[in-house]
Structure formats: structure tokens, C-alpha cells
């Protein structure tokens, strides 16, 4: 195999592992708005922070909000670590304010609303609003991955090596 068929080959697969993966986690987010609630409580609440390297001012700092909460269906304890559908993609936040303020709002003990998927109970949310236009622009990045690799694949796109 030829270095240009194996940046043409990962490109192709990277790009169609994350076209599947953001469109199945879209699928079950808009499934969320059909599952059962039930009544939880928050059992950890941290906010945590990155330094990361900027192109600008050389670093800057990232904020994110973690929780963890159990609940209870059909007699069964259940916990869950969901706050909302792709916060793993998007939960990242620029501002210390606002990562407080929400921080804030999930204190240890707090009494929540979790939402699960009744054939799935251990599948579960605290909220079940989707961003779909960041879902969108995900999928859009990983069909442009997809399409360059097979434009490599095909010849369209050279690679220098």
C-alpha cells in the first residue's frame, strides 16, 4: 500500500468512525425527548479547568462542569454522569463566570430531574435540549474528513511525502 492510499484509507475511517458516532449520539439525544422522568439527586459537582495553548495569546483556560447523580427505577439504584447530549463534544466553556454560575446550579444534594430511556434505564439525562446546529456542524467536519480521503483514494487530492 502506498503512503497516499494510507493517508487516503485514515482520513476515509476517521472521517466515517466520527460521521457515525455524532449521528447516532444526534439519534438518541432526539430520542431523549420521548423517555420517562424521575426524581435523582446530585451526588458530585465539580468544576474543573484546562490551560490549553492558544494561537493568539499563547495560552488561555478552558472550563468544564462535571456531575454525577443517582436515581431511582422500578426498585433499582441507578447513577448516571450525563448532564446534557454532547457535553463530551461541546462542554468546554471559554468563561469562569459561566462555568461557575451553572457549577452553581448543581450542588451535592440537590434534587434533579433525570431522564431515561425506559428500554434502558441506565441510559440517562438532565437535560434533554439538543443543540443541533453544533451536531450539524460536527457532521458536516467529519463528511469533509471523509470526502478528502476518498479524494485521495481516487486521485483528486495529492499528497505530497
Known sequence: MSGREIVGCIFLIAGG????????????A??????SSTEGR??????????????????????????????????????????AFGESLF?????????KQLHEAYPVGRAVTVHYDP???ERCTLSRDVDEGRFRNLLVVAALIALAGAGVLAGFVKVEG
Open 17 to 28: 468512525v466520527l460521521f457515525a458516532g455524532v449521528a447516532m449520539l444526534l439519534a438518541r
Open 30 to 35: 432526539r430520542a431523549a425527548s420521548g423517555w
Open 42 to 83: 446530585i451526588t458530585t459537582s465539580r468544576l474543573g479547568s484546562d490551560l490549553t495553548r492558544d494561537g493568539h495569546s499563547g495560552r488561555s483556560r478552558t472550563y468544564r462542569v462535571s456531575v454525577a447523580y443517582e436515581y431511582e427505577v422500578d426498585g433499582r439504584k441507578l447513577s448516571g454522569k450525563r448532564r
Open 91 to 99: 462542554g468546554w466553556m471559554g468563561k469562569r463566570d459561566s462555568a
Open 119 to 121: 428500554a434502558h434505564p
